[in-house]
């Protein structure tokens, strides 16, 4: 689930967006495209564009977001810079266009927390886009994590099938299942790391 860490609403906008991009079948894009419209009905603030792009694609503002739950988190822009290995001026920008979008905020006391009341209105083009952007992120942080992690934080595996397409269906289900019950049963509140889970399911042969 890509932006789980979103509030409620804006996360189930999301999946629908990703569900959308994945399913070739007619009578289930049509039934999607209502869900999210639907969705977009409540909407309470509209973004633009290019900042939904930007929110989306680029790996770090999710990760800012889940950051908010680590217990020792410190809004301050070197530390927030310095766990995520980015540079001060991104995670600046990242957190102006966080705040300016409504998906965070500050508290009285001046702690920044998630928003719960707003969806992003976006396309599906837009969104689209910005889904395949993220996910080559995600593949060169994978590949980074490879050379310089250890084993004691890395866990990479993979297997090599021989399958019928009529499974493909199935197999994106299990895949989806598994990411969601391995978030619900592992992320929490107060954790002391952020990590991530990539699958990556795709045709081998020509």
């Known amino acids: 689930m890509l932006f789980r860490s979103l509030p409620a609403s804006s996360a189930q906008y999301f999946n629908l967006l990703v569900k959308y991009e994945n399913t070739k079948n007619a009578v289930h894009r049509d039934e999607l495209l209502k869900q999210m419209a639907a969705k977009k009905k409540t909407t309470l603030c509209k973004i633009l564009p290019a ?3 930007k929110i989306i694609s680029d790996w770090h503002h999710p990760a800012i977001l889940v950051l908010l739950k680590v217990k020792d988190f ?3 822009v070197k530390w927030i810079a310095d766990r995520l290995g ?14 300016e979008t409504q998906l965070i905020k500050k508290t009285l006391e001046g702690e920044l927390v998630l928003s719960d009341n707003m969806d992003l209105g976006t396309t599906d083009g837009i969104a689209s886009k910005a889904i395949r952007e993220n996910h080559r992120q995600q593949n060169e942080l994978a ?29 994106k289900t299990l895949i989806r299942e598994f990411t969601e019950r391995f978030a619900t049963e592992l992320d929490e509140d107060g954790g002391e790391e ?13």
């Open 143 to 171: 590949k980074k994590a490879l050379t310089e992690q250890t084993l004691a934080t890395q866990e990479f595996n993979n297997v090599t099938l021989c399958m019928s397409p009529k499974n493909i269906a199935k197999a």
């Open 74 to 76: 410190k809004n301050d």
């Open 51 to 53: 900042d939904v792009f």
């Open 86 to 99: 980015i540079k001060e001026a991104q995670a600046a920008e990242a957190l102006n266009r966080l705040l």
């Open 194 to 206: 952020l990590f991530q889970i990539n699958v990556q399911f795709f045709q081998l042969t020509k």
